[in-house]
């Protein structure tokens, strides 16, 4: 089929490369070929000062946390979303010196229980807290500045 993003290639045992398999062609294909399929990986802000890498995926929800059978917990998607760029981010500068950490940061909102919590995650220190925006501009700045001050030990 002419156009076809699937294109025909030959299965290659690198250690470099994955092959895929198409069930159209019945024929493998490298990861080269099929890239442009894949979306985007881009955080919403990343700070590095020194030796450490700080991702922030902000997020703006009416309910920030998720509720199964009366307990609250982190939107999964969201979580498995940061733990990924941290962790690609980690294997992209493969320095063991370099220390990448992730945040999720909600809107604060109305309800009773807000997101405010830290996990160590296969090596990885990820974040979960809320930047109330219903304040004067220096405040939030000086929300931001704490973040930044709690992770990467810069201050503003």
Not at 47 to 76: C, F, P, R
Not at 80 to 91: E, G, H, L, R, S
Not at 121 to 142: H, P, R, Y
């Amino acid at each position: 089929m002419a156009g076809d993003p699937l294109k025909k290639g030959r299965y290659t045992n690198y250690s470099n490369k994955i092959g895929l398999f198409s069930n159209k062609t019945g024929n493998f294909i490298s990861n080269d070929d099929v890239l442009e399929m894949l979306p985007i990986m881009q955080s919403d802000v990343m700070l590095e000062y020194g030796n450490k890498v700080l991702i922030i995926d902000a997020k703006y929800y009416t309910h920030n946390m998720q509720v199964q059978y009366d307990a609250y917990s982190v939107h999964s998607g969201n979580l498995y979303q940061i733990f990924t760029y941290v962790k690609n981010k980690t294997a992209e500068l493969n320095d063991p010196e370099k220390t990448v950490s992730g945040m999720l940061l909600y809107a604060k909102t109305d309800e009773m229980t807000q997101p405010s919590n830290t996990y160590r995650m296969s090596g990885n220190t990820i974040g979960v807290g809320t930047l109330d925006l219903n304040c004067d501009f220096s405040e939030i700045s000086a929300q931001l500045n704490s973040v930044a001050e709690r992770y990467l030990g810069a201050s503003a």
